[in-house]
């Protein structure tokens, strides 16, 4: 890697302390920065499904540094979540996103009681959204009773989690059910992936695919392609099912051979030729998935990848100024929709961007597992 990955990490960790104060001082929870300030979620409140990546940031800093400071921000953070149980009415299957990095890292890195419990809570959630014709409920609206969704891959690493933590297997039998209903339902010939799958919840037919976050209907939403490709890499690492480890393989030759010149990541690996529409989101996921896939097969071609993407990253879309409070630009949340972020600065990007600096640099605590 052309960039030292050690020292790019700690220039984000010097960034954060002062950008975590402010966050403290306001009593919020980041999603993006713009000009100089934090600004929460677009919709949702604090049970919008990003809200556990502030929290996981502080851990992964924590981890990094041991500063007391990245610690208290990561648990007035988790207070702000653990709050959101008792309104319950806008979460839904990101519980995994938002409570493995929160309560979930809690309890793993320095061990606690409530923290398990919420954890197990917020496992016990996921699991009342498995539909026993097949497959996990992904969002709340009527019309989307049977949307399922590729970004569940990440979620059921909280139900394997909660089969460890309980000697219970149900939670990871549903989510192998899943996972097996995923690798059968939304991933095609050429190794990329579908966002969404719609199925009749009466019958569990599949009813087809529907258009998502990405460019068009039958598209390659590039941050679906990530959380396919890292997703199904935890589910091997929980399972040992080579089954799992051989889809996160396909999907990462689909991804690396859709790798921009530049290193950076399209929004969409279908959108039109000179589009500039970039997710260095989708870029730092898969990262993540690609050095962890070279630690299980030996193979160096995934960490190249990973590291060309990440040099890209830092060459270009790196902002240590007081221009933004976070670091990592050109993060898109959805192709079409500019509501939630277009090229802006958004906390899952940063915390991704860490994740993946921190297992080049030997730091990662892994919080997924
Ligand atoms: N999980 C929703 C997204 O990636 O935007």
Redesign the pocket.
């Known amino acids: 890697m052309r960039n030292n990955p050690a020292e790019i990490a700690a220039k984000v960790a010097e960034k954060f302390r002062r950008s975590a104060a402010i966050a403290a001082q306001e009593g919020i929870l980041p999603y993006k920065s713009a000009e100089g300030k934090w600004i929460t979620s677009p919709y949702d409140g604090n049970s919008w ?1 990003t809200g556990g990546f502030w929290p996981g940031l502080m851990w992964q800093l924590y981890a990094q540094t041991k500063d007391e400071q990245f610690k208290t921000e990561a648990l007035r953070a988790e207070g702000l979540l653990t709050a959101e149980f008792r309104a319950f009415r806008y979460l839904n299957h ?1 519980v995994g996103f938002m409570y493995l990095l929160s309560c979930g890292a809690h309890d793993k890195l320095i061990g606690d009681e409530q923290a398990a419990l919420d954890t197990l809570h917020a496992a016990n959630l996921l699991m009342g959204r498995y539909s026993p014709v097949g497959y996990i409920r992904a969002w709340n609206e009527k019309h989307k009773m049977g949307y399922a969704i590729i ?1 569940c891959m990440m979620n059921l690493s909280l139900l394997f989690r909660a089969s460890r933590m309980t000697e219970d297997p149900r939670f990871e039998k549903v989510a192998r059910l899943h996972a097996d209903m995923t690798m059968r339902e939304f991933i095609r010939e050429n190794g990329s992936v579908a966002h969404i799958v719609e199925f009749d919840p009466e019958t569990g037919a599949r009813v087809g695919e529907v258009a998502g ?1 990405g460019y068009a209907l039958g598209s390659s939403w590039s ?1 679906g392609q990530a ?1 396919g490709l890292y997703g199904f890499t935890l589910a091997y690492m929980n399972t040992k099912d080579a089954r799992y480890l051989e889809t996160a393989q396909r999907i990462a030759a689909y991804f690396i051979a859709h790798i921009r010149e530049d290193g950076l990541t399209d929004s969409d690996f279908c959108q039109p030729a000179g589009e500039m529409r970039i997710d260095n989101m989708a870029g730092a996921i898969a990262a993540c998935g690609l050095i962890e896939l070279e630690k299980l097969t030996g193979c160096a071609a995934y960490r190249e990848a990973a590291e060309r993407m990440l040099d890209g990253m830092i060459d270009h879309c790196c902002d240590f100024s007081e221009n933004i409070l976070g670091i990592l630009t050109h993060c898109t ?1 959805s192709y079409h929709d500019d509501g939630a972020g277009r090229h802006n600065n958004i906390t899952y990007g940063d915390y991704f961007f860490t994740e993946a600096l921190a297992k080049l640099s030997g730091t990662d605590p892994m919080l997924w597992i």
Do not use: K, T
Request: net charge negative; no cysteine.
């Open positions: 499904w990101d970004d976050q941050r959380w949340a």
